[in-house]
């Protein structure tokens, strides 16, 4: 079964940057649609972003332009790079991998193996 294991995150004051790593184990991540979600407290648990195993990636509209997926083959490691934080994307991380659906739609139903998560808290 596919593990999946986030870090990186951390606290920081609105404006700031962090990076966020995922990293799959006994898989090779590039052969597999891999998305970020995040979940807030009292909310439900939402897509941010998505790397489809072609390469190809999606944004959610509140984080366009300040978000961007990267990736290290070697290390069989995702990244989330976010930039411009503000208090609104404070919340628990997730990476996962897609198990049906359409990848696009960045849907937490269309993803079957999740980690454990990291926590993201920005301050204003």
């Known amino acids: 079964q596919m593990q999946l294991v986030e870090s990186g995150g951390g606290s920081v004051q609105a404006g700031g940057s962090l990076r966020l790593s995922c990293t799959v184990s006994?898989?090779?991540?590039?052969?597999?649609?891999i998305g970020w979600f995040r979940q807030a407290p009292g909310k439900e648990r939402e897509g941010v972003s998505v790397?489809?195993?072609?390469?190809?990636?999606k944004y959610a509209d509140s984080v366009k332009g300040r978000f961007a997926i990267s990736e290290a083959d070697a290390m069989n490691t995702l990244y989330l790079q976010m930039n411009n934080l503000t208090p609104e994307d404070t919340g628990m991380y997730y990476c996962?991998?897609?198990?049906?659906?359409?990848?696009?739609?960045?849907?937490?139903?269309?993803?079957?193996?999740w980690g454990p998560g990291t926590q993201v808290t920005v301050s204003s």
């Open positions: 996962a991998a897609q198990t049906s659906g359409r990848w696009w739609l960045i849907s937490p139903d269309d993803f079957g193996y």
């Open positions: 790397r489809n195993s072609d390469g190809n990636t």
């Open positions: 006994e898989y090779t991540i590039r052969r597999y649609c």
